[in-house]
């Protein structure tokens, strides 16, 4: 079976775009290496369809299924798998970029820089497919600078004083209000985060643990996170996902508790509170704890992943360059939003 390795040297030996393109089964395998370029893309699921958009089935079996026997007798009730689908849509989206034949040739990979650059990007596609799975947003891309003339739907993206923002409610015709939005990032990701909705917006519908106006972290908000979930989700799969600053935030609560009232902290609670182990997710915004089965997480690509070549075209030949563009498509879905909670609008310790 060929290596990771060979299928990225396979796929940009060729000398034409016509031909510069990954089979099903190099697109298969260049996939998965994406999905290990971060422990958050190793945890959740990866579905390949052929098609841009369908359903995915689910299926459960219920609970509290057990009825007494009676010798002789039937009383009629039988269990019967319950079915379910989840729809999903995929975007597309590419990435490109070029390399002077001139850096080929000083530089002291030699001819070997193609694959090095291309492992490189290859890495990148993995972690920016991360960053869009959870913080993706389809009207980002609509966004338009904030005009006090113009109201607001709740989810509405603008842009002002250089940042990205979504409302959080309705904004009557009127002056900013930062008490109204949420910052989702800076002004040049319209383009990238518009490009498809991910979880955390869809988490929107699940379990919501609102902690805004809170002056620093509590136990308490990790224990109504998981009261707000139903006892059978419950079941030692859980992770509480959150920034590795987030993580640091945490531990460093605990320790000024410590200081202030003496005694000594479980060990275990630094890294699993109320008993659950948490996970860093370097893409999470740092106000934000998710709670959920990762597995609950799926991520939808298609067969069709294309890295093409060019360094026959005119324009490659002009410029003594070798082009490159990675073609796929994308979705996030959540199988079951009812086990999922999630945690917004955390204070920052240290401001």
Known sequence: MATNKQIIED??????????????????????????????????????????????????????????????AFDGVTASPKF??????????????????????????GENMDTVVTNLMTKQVGVDSEDL????????AEAEAFSSTSTYAAGDCVTEAGGLYRFLKAHAAGAWNEAEVEMIGEVTDTV???????????????????????????LEMFYNAVAAMPNRFNDGTLRWMMSPTRQQQWELFLLNKVIEA?????????????????????????????LSNPKNFLQVNTYTMKIKKDETS??????????????????AIIEEIEATSIIKNLPLILQ
Request: aromatic letters at 8%.
């Open 314 to 331: 005119v324009e490659a030949i002009r410029k003594d360059k070798r082009f490159y563009v990675v073609h796929f498509d994308f979705d």
């Open 84 to 109: 379910g689908v989840v729809k999903y849509s995929c975007e597309a989206t590419r990435l490109d970029w070029d390399i002077t034949n001139e850096t080929l040739r000083q530089n002291i990979e």
């Open 11 to 72: 796929a940009i030996t060729t000398d034409s775009v016509s031909h510069g393109l990954l089979s099903p089964y190099q697109a298969k395998k260049f996939l998965q290496q994406t999905f290990e370029a971060t422990p958050f893309q190793q945890a959740i699921r990866h579905v390949t369809r052929t098609e841009k958009s369908g359903e995915i089935d689910k299926i459960g079996i219920g609970h509290r299924l057990l009825r007494p026997k009676v010798e002789n």
């Open 192 to 218: 990238f985060l518009g490009q498809n909705n991910g979880i955390i917006k869809a988490l929107n519908d699940s379990h919501i643990i609102d902690v805004s106006g809170a002056k620093e972290m509590e």
């Open 133 to 140: 799975l959870l913080n993706g947003d389809a009207k980002a």
């Open 262 to 290: 003496g005694g000594a902290v479980p060990e275990s609670l630094y890294k699993s509170p109320v008993g659950i182990p948490s996970m860093g997710v370097p893409m999470m915004p740092n106000d934000t704890i998710i």
